[in-house]
């Protein structure tokens, strides 16, 4: 029986369409929606040429208080592109539990996440945007297919050029 889900979502480009399948899932289970967004760490390039900009001190702070910031404004920016996408009193809404925004590695975030919030089923899609070409699955899905100890619903993306070969 699913009860809970986490929706795994890197905000790209096909975000909407796998939500659409997320929302759908949650609506047929009357289950609650964890919807969760991974940002990656900086690199220690970005952090060195920040550092040289705005030197050790202000470095410090920003990842003090910056980052947290940042990551709530995601958070925000999320919630009310659901509700616009949605439409304010949208039941579908209600579904929806939380909106994380953490900040990690996506497939140890994800994972960590699901089994936090004890979910039933992860949804997810079958890989980003911009994965290579030719990819049948993306670094993150597949991780977390691996390592899961939840069913994992993998939305097949079609790109365009796919889609030209034989949609």
Do not use: W
């Amino acid at each position: 029986m699913v009860r809970s889900m986490l929706y795994a979502t890197d905000l790209g480009l096909y975000a909407p369409f796998v939500m659409q399948h997320a929302l759908a899932l949650a609506r047929t289970f009357n289950a609650g929606l964890y919807v969760v967004h991974v940002v990656e760490p900086m690199g220690l390039f970005a952090e060195s040429v920040l550092q040289s900009y705005l030197g050790e001190e202000a470095l410090q702070e920003l990842y003090g208080k910056g980052v947290h910031a940042f990551l709530e404004g995601i958070e925000q920016r999320m919630l009310d592109g659901f509700r616009e996408e949605l439409g304010e009193g949208h039941s579908d809404l209600s579904l929806i539990r939380t909106v994380r925004v953490v900040q990690g590695e996506p497939a140890s975030v994800i994972l960590e996440q699901a089994h936090k919030l004890e979910v039933d089923l992860l949804v997810l899609g079958r890989h980003s945007a911009s994965a290579q070409e030719g990819a049948s699955i993306g670094r993150t899905a597949a991780r977390v297919l691996q390592s899961s100890g939840v069913p994992v619903y993998l939305v097949p993306i079609m790109s365009k050029a796919l889609c030209q070969k034989g949609c």
